[in-house]
Antibody, heavy 119, light 110 residues
Framework: QVQLHQSGPGLVKPSQTLSLTCAIS??????????WNWIRQSPSRGLEWLGR?????????YYGASVKGRITINPDTSKNQFSLQLNSVNVEDTAVYYC?????????WGQGILVTVSS | QSVLTQPPSASGTPGQRVTISCSGS????????VNWYQQFPGTAPKVLMY???ERPSGVPDRFSGSRSGTSASLAISGLQSEDEADYYC???????????FGGGTKLTVL
């Protein structure tokens, strides 16, 4: 049974970098059949897909248009996890951030972390 | 503004049948399968239906899904109080090269 566990700070200052990690158990970040996603949820924007990374003989990463240029999703094969970095955050980046396994269907999801952008 | 369109709310009394609609376009629902997620307050969304009408193990057959053209719907028959939750539709969007979500429907069991 695949489980995802998220970690990272719940408070980030404006203009700084948001960094979260999603640890995987029951599967491998290097799996040739999985894709590892980040999604966020806020009252104003609803559920918003941020991006994904996956391995198919080499690593691929794709990002949503709303955060492209500010986002990086990286795998960490030594720790079997993947990370999210979002640069130059502002108050509109305040949201609950989730990681989730794909493709085809997003399942399971991590427990979610509320990240507040505030000085 | 979500890519997929859902009614913000739905309601029914115990035992009733309720349907939730999800409208999209040719780049998402029109060309890819639809998934539905159920979310209770303070918890992560959980898949309720995938590939338009397939239920993960443990999901009662009171829940059913369908897709036609660029729209999809989730039906819940024999409504129960524990069905009170938020429901989201989702589909891969080929134009966005990413997941598209609906804005969510809050189901109230009266």
């Amino acid at each position: 049974q695949v489980q995802l566990h998220q970690s990272g700070p719940g408070l980030v200052k404006p203009s700084q970098t948001l960094s979260l990690t999603c640890a995987i158990s029951g599967d491998s970040v290097s799996s040739n059949s999985a894709a590892w996603n980040w999604i966020r949820q806020s009252p104003s924007r609803g559920l918003e897909w941020l991006g994904r990374t996956y391995y198919r003989s080499k690593w691929y990463s794709y990002y949503g248009a709303s955060v492209k240029g500010r986002i990086t999703i990286n795998p960490d094969t030594s720790k079997n996890q993947f990370s999210l970095q979002l640069n130059s955050v502002n108050v509109e980046d305040t949201a609950v951030y989730y990681c989730a396994r794909g493709p085809g269907v997003l399942s399971p999801w991590g427990q979610g972390i509320l990240v507040t952008v505030s000085s | 503004q979500s890519v997929l369109t859902q009614p913000p709310s739905a309601s029914g009394t115990p035992g009733q049948r309720v349907t939730i609609s999800c409208s999209g376009s040719s780049s998402n629902i029109g060309s890819n399968t639809v998934n539905w997620y159920q979310q209770f307050p303070g918890t992560a969304p959980k898949v309720l239906m995938y590939n338009n009408n397939e239920r993960p193990s443990g999901v009662p057959d009171r829940f059913s899904g369908s897709r036609s053209g660029t729209s999809a719907s989730l039906a819940i028959s024999g409504l129960q109080s524990e069905d009170e939750a938020d429901y989201y539709c989702a589909a891969w969007d080929a134009r966005l090269n990413g997941w598209a979500f609906g804005g969510g429907t809050k189901l109230t069991v009266l």
